[in-house]
């Protein structure tokens, strides 16, 4: 069974910085392309980073420069860095291996305030 548990979330003002995590069972992450999503309140969900098997991070537009991605092999959980986050951040926030049919998880919400 794969599962991804998102971890971190929480309320911060502006300009503030979050960490979020996703621990997954029944995959080992590094041997996958990991993505991070986002979806706010009456939108739809969207890409915001993903991390490749090599290493190769990508990010949407909105968040580069801010967002920052990584691996702990170790662990088997990726990271999500947020730093100057904006009230536009705010969502609930999804891990998930790209390209397949897994199960989205519980998520973890991400509040931040002006």
């Known amino acids: 069974q794969v599962q991804f548990v998102e971890s971190g979330g929480g309320l911060v003002q502006a300009g503030g910085s979050l960490r979020l995590s996703c621990a997954a069972s029944g995959i080992t992450v590094s041997m996958y392309n990991i993505g991070w999503y986002r979806q706010a309140p009456g939108k739809q969900r969207e890409f915001v980073a993903a991390?490749?098997?090599?290493?190769?991070?990508n990010y949407a537009d909105s968040v580069k420069g801010r967002f920052t991605i990584s691996r702990d092999n170790v662990k088997n959980t990726v990271y999500l860095q947020m730093n100057s986050l904006k009230p536009e951040d705010t969502a609930i926030y999804y891990c998930?291996?790209?390209?397949?049919?897994?199960?989205w998880g519980q998520g973890t919400q991400v509040t931040v305030s002006s």
């Open positions: 991390m490749t098997t090599r290493g190769t991070t």
């Open positions: 998930k291996r790209q390209l397949y049919s897994d199960h």
